[in-house]
């Protein structure tokens, strides 16, 4: 079993807006919302031969150095397919086996990562409160 996890760290947002756009995106882009082990996932079945994607991401406040931040947490694996709608184990991207399943992944985990900081970005550029602030618009992680 091995997972895909990364942390995002970011300023600090109305954390409940981004994680709305993000549902609204994964769910644009042909996931869908799923129980599995008991957490909410986002899964896209890719067809015959590229096991089903599953992506989690949650969010925490933390404080750094007496600053308050935001991170956000992405778990993500394949499963690997044994027949049409049957999918075994967990595979994160790490590792030469399947590696036309864990490009896609891969690339699923970019264009949601790159989507989550152009929505912060936008979100900071329409709070007054940053613009006298420009530099913190990219410093994302």
């Keep these: 079993m091995s997972r895909y996890i990364q942390t995002v760290e ?14 609204e995106y994964m769910l644009k882009e042909g996931f869908q919302s799923v129980k599995y082990k008991g957490s909410t996932y ?7 031969f590229e096991g089903p ?10 404080k750094k150095s007496g600053i308050k931040m935001d991170e956000m947490s992405i ?8 027949l049409f709608g049957i999918a075994i184990g967990e595979m994160g991207i790490v590792g030469s086996f399947c590696p036309v399943m ?6 699923s985990i970019n264009s949601f990562i790159t989507h989550i900081q152009k929505v912060i970005k936008d979100f900071l550029e ?5 613009h006298d602030y420009p530099g913190v618009l990219f410093t994302m992680g």
């Design 10 to 23: 970011m300023p600090h947002v109305d954390v409940e807006r981004v994680a709305q756009k993000a549902t």
């Design 42 to 48: 986002y899964k896209k079945d890719n067809g015959w």
């Design 53 to 62: 994607q599953y992506i989690k991401f949650n969010f925490k406040t933390v």
């Design 75 to 82: 778990e993500a694996f394949i499963k690997f397919p044994l």
């Design 102 to 107: 864990k490009t896609a992944l891969v690339m």
């Design 126 to 130: 329409e709070d007054s409160v940053w």
